[in-house]
Nanobody
C-alpha cells in the first residue's frame, strides 16, 4: 500500500505559476502509474495529467496542454505537476493518485490510491 501527500497549492494571480508535489510513502512512485486530477464543488473529479510506470510516457488533458507538465523523480519518491499560465478556471482541489496499471489512464477507476488534495485558487 502507498500513502500520498500533496503540497504546493495556494493562491496565485492569473498568469502565474505553481508547482504541486505528491510524495509517496510505503512504496516507490516508480511502481505505479501516477496521475493528477482536480475537482470543483458540484462536479466530478476530472483528469489533469498522468505519467506511466513503465516508459515514463505522459498524457495531459487538452485544456492544460502546453501549460501543465507532469514529471516523476524516483529518487525523491515524488511526482510533480508544474502549472504555468494559470487561469481562474484552473481553480480546484488537486488530487494525486497512484494506480497499478502499466499505462497512463484518464479513468479514476484505474487508480487505487489517492491523496487528500491541495487547494489551488487562481484569481483574475
Amino acid at each position: 500500500q502507498v500513502q500520498l501527500v500533496e503540497s504546493g497549492g495556494g493562491l496565485v494571480q492569473a498568469g502565474g505559476s505553481l508547482r504541486l508535489s505528491c510524495t509517496a510513502s510505503g512504496r516507490t512512485v516508480g511502481m505505479y502509474t501516477m496521475g493528477w486530477f482536480r475537482q470543483t464543488p458540484g462536479k466530478e473529479r476530472a483528469f489533469v495529467a498522468a505519467i506511466d510506470r513503465s516508459s515514463g510516457g505522459t498524457s495531459v488533458e487538452d485544456s492544460v496542454q502546453g501549460r501543465f507538465t507532469i514529471t516523476r523523480v524516483n529518487l525523491e519518491n515524488t511526482v510533480y505537476l508544474e502549472m504555468n499560465s494559470l487561469k481562474p478556471e484552473d481553480t480546484a482541489v488537486y488530487y494525486c493518485a497512484a494506480g497499478r496499471t502499466w499505462f497512463v489512464s484518464r479513468l479514476r477507476s484505474e487508480y487505487d490510491y489517492w491523496g487528500q488534495g491541495t487547494q489551488v485558487t487562481v484569481s483574475s
